[in-house]
T-cell receptor, first 116, second 113 residues
Framework: GAVVSQHPSWVICKSGTSVKIECRSLDFQATTMFWYRQFPKQSLMLMATSNEGSKATYEQGVEKDKFLINHASLTLSTLTVTSAHPEDSSFYIC????????????FGSGTQLSVL | GDSVTQMEGPVTLSEEAFLTINCTYTATGYPSLFWYVQYPGEGLQLLLKATKADDKGSNKGFEATYRKETTSFHLEKGSVQVSDSAVYFCALSHGGATNKLIFGTGTLLAVQP
């Protein structure tokens, strides 16, 4: 089946630094990629939707200047957490769809971010 | 807005026990309902889905029935195995071009031999 690779699986960084998370579709071209965030004991929440070659669409309450999303190719999307703070510590997951219907999504294994 | 509520884990069962993980939802209209499973170190995978009231989704011995009257989509399995240990997410979507998924919190299932 289709595979989505997410890297790194975990990262620890100092407050004020930026962290980049990569999401790659390994055996298909992803027209749309989604980024989610999950705080402990809370729901997995959609942060933004990105389409290749265009600006990401952010959900209400998500700061686009803090969470920079780049979807420069059909197989790669990146999420950069800029000037990270401890409250950004969370579990981040990406998913990718191979067609515009988004009927079938393939998920990465997630990235646990800890900001000290 | 739309939301999904599922039972808090962890759920710990012995092998061959009966499993129920409760899921209820709040949504306008008639969303599609899903169960996703995440095995350790892997991405979420679609386990089963139902797109209209009274539909039953099933896969790998798991079942869930779309109950409009109780706004529920409880996950069941008659006899769990150690290999079923994973995190299970209930979700809903109204479909369409974006097909945004709204997830519950996830429930960790640990099956002991």
């Amino acid at each position: 089946g289709a595979v989505v690779s997410q890297h790194p699986s975990w990262v620890i960084c100092k407050s004020g630094t930026s962290v980049k998370i990569e999401c790659r579709s390994l055996d298909f071209q992803a027209t749309t990629m989604f980024w989610y965030r999950q705080f402990p004991k809370q729901s997995l929440m959609l942060m933004a939707t990105s389409n290749e070659g265009s600006k990401a669409t952010y959900e209400q309450g998500v700061e686009k200047d803090k969470f920079l999303i780049n979807h420069a190719s059909l197989t790669l999307s990146t999420l950069t957490v800029t000037s990270a703070h401890p409250e950004d510590s969370s579990f981040y997951i990406c998913s990718a769809s191979r067609d515009s219907s988004n009927e079938k999504l393939f998920f990465g294994s997630g990235t646990q971010l800890s900001v000290l | 807005g739309d939301s999904v509520t599922q039972m808090e884990g962890p759920v710990t069962l012995s092998e061959e026990a009966f499993l129920t993980i409760n899921c209820t939802y709040t949504a306008t209209g008639y969303p599609s309902l899903f169960w996703y499973v995440q095995y350790p170190g892997e991405g979420l995978q679609l386990l089963l889905k139902a797109t209209k009231a009274d539909d039953k989704g099933s896969n790998k011995g798991f079942e869930a029935t779309y109950r409009k009257e109780t706004t529920s989509f409880h996950l069941e399995k008659g006899s769990v195995q150690v290999s079923d240990s994973a995190v299970y997410f209930c979700a809903l979507s109204h479909g369409g071009a974006t097909n945004k998924l709204i997830f519950g919190t996830g429930t960790l299932l640990a099956v002991q031999p």
